[in-house]
């Protein structure tokens, strides 16, 4: 903590935001509640419990990482991809000093490619690795400057700034613009979908993940990857944060040449992610 962030470009003039039916919807809910608190005798607890339940409802679809009730969010690569029996590996909270350049060697080493969504910080305090990353053919994505644990509270400003920061960050050590964006831990509220929208960002989740931040056991964090693997899943691992074996070893780099091999085997190939939604 404590970096000095470059100060983030200014953004472009808002786009039309084709606001999600649920927001639409909660905004005809409560002008509904409203109206019927007011005009109706006896209704104001009512109107309250109307207006209380909505937000429980948009509350819980932005604490569940993988739902589009707020607005795109991409799950599994597309059609085209998965024709052309494509997974994508995406790989949280880096980059490590310790774990990532094992990681990429262990990718390196069964030929396939990676997503590294990296938080800016890190970047900026580890910006060799990062630019190996990319020159060893992975891609790396905005993950946010900081990885704040409050990001999904903050508002449309907050949300600018966090992410604009970690875009110029990113492509200034890098070269690479990112088109990819993942929230902490995938949450998020109603305001973020259109600051991505503005700034031409996918939001990008995942078919499964390992839970690999807290599991210490590697043939569990493994089975819940490959249980049912097959093309366009999105799977989620991390080399920040990562969990570690019994051993102290990074639970990453046990899990990864076997899913690796299993990707092998199923006739797959792991490819980074603008790759895979370029189509």
């Known amino acids: 903590m404590g970096k000095s962030f470059p ?16 927001i639409r919807a909660s905004v005809g809910w409560h002008l509904l509640a409203i109206a019927a608190g007011v005009l109706v005798p006896g209704a104001a607890p009512w109107a309250i419990g109307a207006i209380v339940l909505n937000h429980v409802l948009i509350t819980a679809a932005g ?36 774990v990532t350049p094992q990681v990429l060697d262990q ?16 970047v900026l305090e580890h910006p060799a690795l990062a630019r190996e990353i990319v020159a060893r053919g992975h891609s790396i994505q905005n993950h946010t400057a900081r990885h704040r644990h409050n990001f999904s509270f903050l508002g449309p400003r907050g ?19 990112p088109t990819c964006f993942r929230a902490p831990a995938g949450l998020r ?21 390992g839970f690999d931040t807290r599991e210490r056991n590697a043939a569990t964090v493994l089975a819940r990857l490959t249980r049912d ?10 080399d920040g944060h990562a969990a570690r074996t019994a051993a102290g070893r990074p639970i990453v780099l ?13 006739g797959l190939r792991a490819v980074t992610l603008p790759e895979a939604l370029a189509a």
């Open 159 to 177: 949300f600018a700034a966090e992410i604009s920061r970690a875009q110029q960050v990113l492509q200034e050590v890098t070269g690479e613009r």
């Open 7 to 22: 100060m983030p470009q200014t953004l472009s003039a808002p786009e039309s935001w084709p606001w999600p039916p649920i």
């Open 63 to 98: 604490l569940t990482p993988r739902s589009s009730l707020l607005g795109p969010n991409v799950t599994r690569l597309p059609q085209p991809a998965v024709a052309r029996h494509e997974v994508a590996i995406t790989i949280d909270d880096g980059p490590d000093p310790e």
């Open 229 to 238: 693997l097959q093309a366009g899943d999105i799977l989620l691992l991390h």
């Open 107 to 122: 990718l390196d080493a069964h030929g396939q490619r990676a997503t590294f969504f990296c938080i800016a910080e890190r």
């Open 254 to 266: 046990e899990v990864l040449p076997p899913l690796l091999a299993r990707i092998h085997a199923n």
């Open 189 to 209: 509220n109603p305001f973020l979908a259109p600051v991505l929208h503005r700034m031409g960002l996918s939001l990008v989740s995942w078919t499964r993940r």
